[in-house]
């Protein structure tokens, strides 16, 4: 193979010295001598690369093979051979199709290891167009009907479309498809283009490769000896790859394609475990990895890179063909010096190990324990917490007389609601720890350390209220107190965390979620207002004091006068529709927000 390589190499080509002649315009089709062209994918790929009044045309091979000869067009929807080309090196010039330097050609049949030409569109064409080749590796090797990826052109300029990546393409003819490319243009994201049948496919949110709306995403093909990754991510300033020998962030080698503000490039980095959670890059982080293609197009970031099969990083051995792998695909929109920072835009590990070659679906590990975390906080403390306080706040003075198990109903009820606030709080803190085994990683955000004062003030408040000194005892007063303050931080303090977990990229919630949370707190604002309203009317009804604002008995003894024991506050009757109205409706937000979090919109 060494030999053949090397006579291809140093072949003398003897046909067309100085390119193409017009008689290929139409077809593309060179006269070698009968020679038929070559069948299957073309080693080679055209990237087409908007810049500010022209579009940047690349050719070249992956696997390094010489270019000795070419054709190239720019073709519309019609088929029509449009624009104007200009060389910007000495090894190609332009012919005339059908206008002026419509087309361009080799000047001589030496390899080249590369082509690279501008093309201007036409004057106020709008619409797709591809650009289409014929290119020889030698006098008897060529192919016809190398394509790039569709392109789209506004009327006063270019800019692309939603093809942002280029892909080897060989057709049975050098024509554009009209009808095939204009439905890309509207439906198809190029780098999708075979998923789960040519090439592997991940990505984060889960799901979101086959909905083609990725945050960050990775395709892996094997080519040749090596796995060409390819790296994609809107808004971001880094993407990686990881392998992994678990689903977890640790000791895993990265590909990290990362743009530092002067030009896109490439590294090989190392992660490491917690709770010093982190990636470095590691010495010689180039070896063993070439960066082949890159493009920042409409703000997403895209890269391709070749990988060897076999390669040492931090004196730890990976063999992509022998070995499976957990995959992990992280993006983020901060780099720090010498690595990457906080995976900010989406994070995810495969559920389970594959070979790198296998090309079925790849499953996002399970966020069950995640999903469970937040219906239990969201039931805790939209839910049974707010019920809880605000009977013990407005309803001490209904339902008078009428008990469960010796205590009186509003106690009662009260006690059970906090309790399921309790043991749902709980549950809830345990079970993201199982998740997360330590730490939160996002640490810019405050969600888990407001998580933990609240469940640390929910889990002290039945301590508290089980050795509460008996009504009238000296330091009662400072129960009530301590008990009201503990509480109100609790439930304030957790609301606020439920906004916090919003921008968790774990959470896969949309931001509209906000809105939901945001009236609710409205309505509960609004519920106690026209229930604290409505007890200023009930004392104002009677002449005698009423407790119905308990505030002011937090000083007192606990104690109410002989004469009110059986006597419900006056209006109990619409302070009962209240509470059944609050209920509904509470239990209606709840409800709403679980199902937001069980499904997941932003993950699908």
Request: charged content about 15%; some cysteine.
């Amino acid at each position: 193979m060494i030999v053949v390589a090397l006579l291809l190499l140093i072949s003398t080509v003897n046909a067309l010295p100085k390119g193409a002649p017009t008689s290929v315009c139409e077809h593309l089709t060179p006269k070698h001598k009968g020679i038929p062209a070559q069948s299957g994918n073309a080693p080679y790929e055209i990237s087409a690369i908007p810049q500010d009044d022209h579009v940047l045309v690349t050719i070249k091979s992956n696997l390094d093979y010489p270019i000795g000869g070419l054709v190239l067009q720019a073709r519309m929807p019609s088929g029509k051979i449009g624009g104007r080309f200009q060389a910007i090196e000495h090894n190609v010039h332009t012919i005339t199709c059908d206008n002026p330097d419509d087309t361009i050609t080799h000047d001589d049949p030496s390899p080249k290891p590369l082509i690279a030409v501008k093309w201007t569109p036409p004057q106020g064409y709008e619409g797709p167009v591809i650009f289409n080749s014929t290119i020889a590796q030698n006098f008897q090797t060529f192919w016809i009907g190398v394509r790039s990826e569709p392109l789209q052109i506004f009327s006063g300029g270019n800019r692309p479309s939603t093809f942002k990546t280029s892909t080897i393409r060989t057709s049975t003819s050098p024509h554009y498809n009209p009808q095939e490319d204009t439905t890309r243009h509207v439906q198809f994201d190029a780098f999708y283009d075979g998923c789960d049948e040519t090439k592997k496919c991940f990505g984060a949110p889960d799901g979101c490769v086959s909905a083609q709306n990725c945050m960050v995403a990775t395709a892996i093909t094997v080519v040749g000896d090596q796995y060409q990754i390819e790296l994609k991510s809107a808004s971001a300033k880094w993407a990686g790859l990881g392998l992994s020998s678990d689903n977890m962030m640790g000791d895993d080698s990265v590909v990290e394609c990362v743009n530092d503000g002067n030009g896109i490039r490439a590294y090989l980095s190392w992660t490491t475990p917690k709770p010093n959670l982190g990636a470095f890059r590691v010495p010689n982080n180039q070896e063993g990895i070439r960066l082949v293609n890159h493009s920042v197009i409409d703000d997403t970031l895209y890269c391709k890179v070749l990988r060897n099969a076999k390669t040492r990083v931090n004196n730890v051995d990976f063999d992509l063909i022998n070995t499976q792998y957990f995959l992990l695909v992280a993006a983020g929109r901060r780099i720090q010096e010498n690595s990457v920072a906080f995976h900010d835009i989406d994070y995810l590990a495969s559920a389970s190990s594959g070979y790198l070659a296998d090309t079925g679906r790849v499953v996002g590990a399970s966020k069950l324990l995640v999903r469970l975390h937040g219906a239990f906080m969201l039931a805790a403390w939209i839910g049974t917490a707010s019920i809880g306080t605000l009977l013990a706040r407005y309803y001490r003075k209904t339902w008078v007389g009428k008990t469960i198990c010796g205590k009186d109903l509003w106690f009662a009820w009260h006690r059970f609601f906090m309790i399921c606030t309790w043991a749902l709080t709980t549950v809830a803190f345990i079970l993201i720890f199982v998740f997360l085994k330590g730490w939160s990683g996002e640490t810019s955000n405050p969600h888990a350390i407001l998580g933990c004062v609240v469940t640390g003030l929910c889990f002290l408040q039945p301590i508290g209220a089980f050795f509460r000194p008996h009504p009238g005892t000296p330091k009662r007063p400072i129960f009530n107190w301590l008990h009201w303050f503990g509480g109100n931080a609790a439930h304030i303090l957790a609301i606020v965390t439920i906004f916090f977990a919003v921008k968790l990229n774990k959470a896969d919630l949309p931001d509209w979620f906000d809105y939901i949370l945001a009236a609710f707190v409205a309505f509960h604002v609004v519920m106690h207002l026209v229930l604290s309203i409505l007890g200023c009317a009930s004392e104002n009804s009677s002449n005698q004091r009423i407790s119905s604002f308990p505030m002011k008995d937090m000083g007192g003894s606990g104690k109410i006068s002989d004469h009110m024991v059986n006597v419900d506050a006056p209006y109990s009757w619409t302070r009962k529709l209240l509470l059944s109205l609050y209920v509904l409706v509470c239990g209606g937000f709840v409800i709403a927000l679980i199902a937001v979090v069980a499904i997941a919109p932003k993950a699908n």
